[in-house]
């Protein structure tokens, strides 16, 4: 089994600044659209987020990346191509693997931005997009439907949900941290998540130098029990209301 920190959303590169914790609650803002959309910043509602947090660059009619989507039914699907796709096959990630969906959040006014979990996604189907896409995903304007990204396109889906509340538990950011310098789960050691071979990035006390590129870092935890109850806890905090 393989769990996926898949980063996504606002940050000071992609929309210029961290996402909103508002009301207690994370609110991922998705980055301008690239190759295709048909959804707005105003669609979702997030007109006036968009706009404090790229300092007035973006607003309500400006087109976004609204991936991954997550369904009233509680389902997502999350859209993936190019190197980082490439990444997750070589990693053998497939069906019963779980993507932790992370960002960048801060609190609206005076809030410290740091990197904390928002969502997850266990993945039950896969859909290559090479030979085109399934009407369903079309007339659900994904934005991978709407237009090939790259030859490896591929959808991802399964059970999914947002988490409600910016619960510590969630947070990975050491507390006074940067972004990038996160607390690590005890069941995470050196050698056991991609991207991150450096032995410098292994720190004393617990906390991991997370690297500052890249979308999809994997950790094989095969049969461990430790991980896979880590695991089901961050699953279960994402879903209390």
């Given at each position: 089994?393989?769990?996926?920190?898949?980063?996504?959303?606002?940050?000071?590169s992609a929309?210029?600044?961290?996402?909103?914790?508002?009301?207690?609650?994370?609110v991922t803002l998705?980055i301008?659209a690239g190759?295709?959309?048909?959804?707005?910043?105003?669609?979702?509602g997030l007109?006036?987020?968009?706009?404090?947090?790229s300092?007035?660059?973006l607003?309500a009619?400006?087109?976004c990346h609204?991936?991954?989507?997550?369904?009233e039914e509680?389902?997502?699907?999350?859209?993936?191509c190019g190197?980082?796709?490439?990444?997750?096959?070589?990693?053998?990630?497939?069906p019963?693997?779980?993507?932790l969906?992370f960002?960048?959040?801060?609190?609206?006014e005076?809030?410290?931005?740091?990197?904390?979990?928002?969502?997850?996604?266990?993945?039950?189907?896969?859909?290559?997009?090479?030979?085109?896409?399934?009407?369903?995903?079309?007339q659900?304007?994904?934005?991978?439907?709407?237009?090939?990204?790259?030859?490896?396109?591929?959808?991802?889906?399964?059970?999914?949900r947002?988490?409600?509340?910016?619960?510590?538990a969630?947070r990975?950011?050491?507390?006074?941290?940067?972004?990038?310098l996160?607390?690590?789960?005890?069941?995470?050691?050196r050698?056991?998540?991609?991207?991150?071979?450096?032995?410098?990035?292994?720190?004393?006390?617990?906390?991991?130098?997370?690297?500052?590129?890249?979308?999809e870092?994997?950790?094989?935890?095969?049969?461990?029990?430790?991980p896979?109850e880590?695991?089901?806890?961050?699953?279960?905090?994402?879903?209390?209301?």
């Open positions: 089994m393989r769990i996926i920190f898949s980063r996504k959303g606002f940050d000071s929309g210029g600044g961290p996402s909103p914790i508002v009301n207690g609650a994370p998705p301008p190759a295709a959309s048909s959804t707005s910043y105003g669609d979702l007109e006036s987020h968009a706009t404090k947090a300092r007035g660059k607003g009619d400006d087109l609204h991936d991954p989507m997550f369904l509680g389902t997502c699907v999350f859209g993936q190197a980082a796709q490439t990444h997750l096959e070589r990693q053998g990630v497939g019963g693997d779980v993507f969906f960002g960048l959040f801060a609190e609206e005076t809030g410290e931005p740091h990197h904390r979990i928002f969502a997850y996604l266990r993945v039950e189907e896969i859909t290559a997009l090479s030979h085109g896409a399934p009407d369903e995903l079309v659900l304007g994904h934005p991978h439907a709407l237009a090939m990204h790259h030859s490896n396109d591929v959808v991802w889906r399964g059970e999914g947002v988490a409600s509340r910016a619960s510590d969630l990975l950011t050491v507390a006074g941290g940067p972004p990038s996160w607390h690590r789960p005890q069941w995470l050691k050698g056991g998540l991609s991207y991150h071979d450096k032995p410098e990035r292994w720190l004393r006390g617990g906390r991991l130098k997370s690297v500052a590129r890249g979308q870092f994997v950790a094989n935890i095969g049969r461990r029990k430790a896979r880590w695991l089901e806890r961050m699953i279960a905090e994402i879903n209390r209301a």
